[in-house]
């Protein structure tokens, strides 16, 4: 459910960026969604849909990337994408790394008119 609240942040995001480019109609946004947040890109979209209405960003096409987890392990130097549910290097099963993507949430690119 926090996808709604998040869905609410970003379109003021789209909104203040209209206003501040006299944007007339928001066409589509390309958003990126981190696999460790856990949001939900259709709902992400179902929600927009709801809460755009009678905005410059009614009927806003959506488009999600999701970004991988990617680490870098502090045993073996490796740096690369790991499963979400995988908790080990994959080269060699150490468990000291840092999360260097897969945490991002956030407006990429917005086509507009």
């Given amino acids: 459910m926090h996808e709604l609240a998040v ?20 066409n589509k946004i390309n958003i990126k969604v981190g696999e460790l947040t856990d949001l ?7 929600y927009f849909n709801i809460v755009a209405r009678g905005t410059i960003a009614e009927n806003t096409e959506i488009n999600v990337e999701k970004i991988p987890v ?4 502090n045993e073996c130097g490796y740096k690369g994408i790991i499963g979400k549910n995988d908790y080990k290097c994959p080269k060699c099963k150490g468990l ?5 993507k897969g945490r991002e949430f956030y407006l990429d690119t917005m086509e507009v008119d």
């Fill in 7 to 26: 869905t609410k942040g970003l379109l003021k995001i789209c909104l203040e960026e209209g206003e501040k480019h006299k944007i007339e109609k928001i």
């Fill in 40 to 46: 939900v890109p259709d709902c992400i979209s179902y």
């Fill in 70 to 73: 990617e680490i870098e392990c």
């Fill in 96 to 100: 000291q790394y840092e999360i260097t």
